[in-house]
């Protein structure tokens, strides 16, 4: 028959797996929910792009290729981003 140090002992060890469960659970929720705004700002990102486009290819609302270009060489400074839009290296 097991002592009571060492059913104590094992309530601890079976203590800490749940604890270390828990928070396993967790960090998987927590990543999940984090996948999901990323997955929503990617969708806004893309669904403005798509916006701004036709805005330009159409001359809606003020927009020209000229205003889009300035914009993005204004604010665009990693390379291999500039040389997607043929702007020149800053």
């Known amino acids: 028959?097991?002592?009571?140090?060492?059913?104590?002992?094992?309530?601890?060890?079976?203590?800490?797996?749940?604890?270390?469960?828990?928070?396993?659970?967790?960090?998987?929720?927590?990543?999940?929910v984090l996948k999901g705004q990323r997955a929503d700002d990617t969708r806004r990102k893309i669904l403005t792009g798509a916006v701004v486009l036709a805005a330009v290819e159409h001359g809606e609302d003020g927009w020209s290729r000229?205003?889009?270009?300035?914009?993005l060489s204004a604010r665009l400074t990693r390379p291999d981003d500039r040389a997607l839009f043929n702007l020149p290296a800053q």
């Open 1 to 32: 028959m097991p002592t009571i140090d060492d059913r104590i002992a094992a309530a601890e060890k079976r203590l800490k797996q749940l604890q270390t469960q828990r928070e396993q659970i967790g960090a998987r929720q927590l990543a999940r």
């Open 66 to 71: 000229e205003a889009l270009m300035a914009l």
